[in-house]
């Protein structure tokens, strides 16, 4: 009830009728998993430099350094779990006839969910590739190795296939999801600071073509000024009530 009442009249009849449905997600889904968000107080900005950490110029400077962080990272996401929040996004998934999970998240947990088709605009911290020749890397090399191998191919450094400041998106998902974000009628944006670009343009080009906008984090982003709903509760908590709720208002 008290959903409904926050959602108002409008928004419910767009869960209950359209058809388009897109959700943008970043770090806060994975909050309650365990793994660290960025650019909360205690995020992983405000205690590592990401232009030494997360730019192919700090790579170049200091590769093993940069090497061994992204493998502490994947050892963290290996040890953790989906929330609640992941497995009702993997559910929305089965209940609308038109669904786009666009995430900014390295860290594979939707997948593990069971969200089935995920746009991962930034990347993840399961693939590597050669920062030379672009050659793809994943069984084929030790990952746990102490410094990034070296390319068999053309001798240059392995590097993690994740996206780094100053870097361009991999251009054909980034297609996807700007194509996602014309069509949606409704659109989630989830734990997400919505300050990094191109990503945080999608909510804007979704808002601009009509679509419902439902921001789900705790914290006021500067995108809370123009959604249409905004549930201030953890991911985990906020989205199986509403996955809930969409189920319920699609039966009727
Ligand atoms: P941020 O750390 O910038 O923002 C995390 C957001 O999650 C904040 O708005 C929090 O209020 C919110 N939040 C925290 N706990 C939450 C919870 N339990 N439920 C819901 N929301 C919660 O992370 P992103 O917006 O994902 O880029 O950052 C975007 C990009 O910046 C990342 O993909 C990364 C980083 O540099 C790359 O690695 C390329």
């Not at 061994?68 to 929040?85: D, F, G, K, L, T």
């Not at 038109?98 to 995920?118: C, E, K, M, Y």
């Not at 996602?180 to 999608?202: C, D, K, N, Q």
């Amino acid at each position: 009830m008290e959903l409904e009442k926050l959602l108002g009249e409008h928004v419910q009849e767009r869960l209950a009728t359209a058809e388009r449905f897109a959700a943008l997600t970043g770090a806060g889904v994975s909050a309650e998993s365990g793994v660290a968000t960025f650019r909360d107080p205690n995020g992983l900005w405000a205690q590592f430099r990401p232009e030494e950490l997360a730019s192919m110029q700090g790579f170049l400077a200091n590769p093993e350094r940069v090497w061994q962080w992204y493998q502490y990272r994947r050892h963290v996401i290996e040890s953790v779990r989906p929330n609640p929040a992941h497995f009702a996004l993997a559910q929305l998934e089965t209940l609308v006839p038109d669904w786009t999970l666009i995430t900014q998240n390295v860290d594979r947990l939707h997948h593990r969910a069971g969200s089935r088709r995920v746009l991962e605009l930034h990347g993840n911290l399961e693939e590597n590739h050669c920062s030379r020749c672009g050659t793809p890397y994943r069984q084929e090399i030790d990952a746990d190795a102490p410094a990034p191998p070296r390319c068999p191919a053309c001798g240059g450094l392995i590097r993690p296939s994740v996206v780094w400041f100053g870097e361009m998106l991999p251009a054909d998902v980034l297609a996807d999801a700007e194509r996602a974000a014309h069509r949606a009628e409704v659109f989630f944006v989830i734990g997400t600071s919505a300050e990094v670009y191109p990503a945080a343009a999608l909510p804007l080009m979704a808002w601009e073509r009509g679509a419902t906008l439902i921001e789900i984090n705790p914290t006021a982003t500067h995108l809370s000024t123009i959604v249409h709903a905004a549930i201030r509760q953890p991911a985990g908590v906020a989205m199986p009530a509403l996955v809930e709720l969409i189920a319920a208002l699609r039966q009727r």
